[in-house]
């Protein structure tokens, strides 16, 4: 098959690496090149979700990254920073109650009880696209950047992944600041799922030197959320400095699950991953190559169709 994939974020690298592996002949097009959306905008861990349905793609998605990221057998792990209780945490994440979460983590202040979770691999935000994208070119797929579509032979199949620029999905904004604070753990105030995942807000999060999270429907002045965040952090870690900021929409689909699967004749997408793409796009990208392929039909909880998508609303949002 001949694939055009649209989109070269997480969810577009990894499906052209597997499809151009498969032997399909890959051109990747993106209005503003390689991570250029939440893939190169988010803040840089791969987790397992702990809540909600997305954790069954995690373990694959993990075992996918490891053949293109040098990662450890052992993760970073997540302290969740004033929760005192683990319940709802699955018990494979071995969550722990940490009674003063400065024992474990030196740049938390000390006082502040946690729960630790064994889930969390620090990779910087660009990291794993890059990884997939290198990994896409390898095996012969194409890049074209800019605003002009490239030329396609008939009988194409395109495959949608533009992120919350797609069809039915909603833009839910998150701001990330760069500071000159680094933890070893994962760090995030109690309820932070909940946050990113659409209830909106601004609370403290801390992946390796990157500040976050913020959700907002509207796109915010991001210097004056990242001065928030910033003053938010005192309370957990002390006084930082911002050095960089950045802003970008997360991919939020009505039901948190992202589409994956045929939305019409030659016409297929994978979008809607939340505030978990980095963590679970690969997944996702090995079900849609299948598909594409004719190896397996996608799962019925990931089929665009329970939205009534179908061939009439596989075109893309302008940006
Ligand atoms: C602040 C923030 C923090 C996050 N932190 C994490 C995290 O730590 N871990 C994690 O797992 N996830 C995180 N996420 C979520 C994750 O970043 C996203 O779920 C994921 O990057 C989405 O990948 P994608 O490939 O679907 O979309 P994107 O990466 O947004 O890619 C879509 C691409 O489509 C292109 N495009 C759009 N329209 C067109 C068009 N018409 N033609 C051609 N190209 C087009 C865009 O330029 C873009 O490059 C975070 C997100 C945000 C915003």
């Known amino acids: 098959v001949d694939v055009l994939v649209v989109g070269a974020g997480i969810a577009g690298c990894s499906a052209a690496a597997l499809l151009a592996e498969a032997g399909a002949d890959v051109v990747v097009h993106d209005t503003k090149g390689v991570a250029a959306g939440a893939s190169g905008r988010n803040q840089g861990v791969l987790q397992h979700p702990v809540e909600g349905p997305l954790g069954e793609l995690f373990d694959e998605a993990l075992r996918l990254h490891r053949e293109v990221l040098d990662l450890p057998d052992a993760p970073d792990g997540i302290l969740m920073l004033g929760a005192t209780s683990t319940e709802g945490i699955p018990a494979a994440l071995r969550p722990e109650l940490v009674e ?28 794993a696209t890059r990884a997939w994208a290198r990994r896409a070119e390898r095996a012969g797929a194409r890049f074209v950047v800019g605003d002009e ?28 600041a760069d500071i000159d604070v680094r933890g070893g753990h994962v760090l995030e105030e109690a309820g932070t799922n909940a946050a990113v995942e659409g209830g909106g807000g601004e609370l403290f999060t801390l992946v390796g030197d990157v500040l976050g999270a913020s959700a907002s429907r509207e796109r915010p002045d991001q210097e004056a959320v990242a001065r928030r965040l910033a003053a938010r952090a005192e309370a957990f870690i002390g006084p930082v400095t911002v050095r960089a900021t950045r802003c970008c929409p997360r991919p939020l689909s009505p039901d948190g699950l992202p589409l994956v699967g045929r939305t019409g004749e030659r016409a297929y997408v994978c979008a809607g991953h939340g505030p978990w793409g980095i963590s679970v796009g690969p997944a996702t990208a090995r079900i849609v190559a299948d598909a594409i392929l004719g190896r397996a039909d996608p799962p019925e909880r990931l089929d665009p169709a329970r939205f009534g998508l179908q061939q009439a609303d596989r075109t893309v949002r302008g940006r």
């Open 100 to 127: 003063d979460a400065a024992e474990v983590e030196p740049v938390v202040r000390p006082g502040i009880p946690a729960v630790r979770v064994d889930t969390g691999w620090i990779v910087g935000p660009q990291t």
């Open 149 to 176: 579509p490239p030329a396609t032979a008939a009988g194409t199949v395109t495959l949608i992944a533009t992120g919350a620029w797609t069809a039915g999905i909603t833009p839910l904004y998150g701001v990330t």
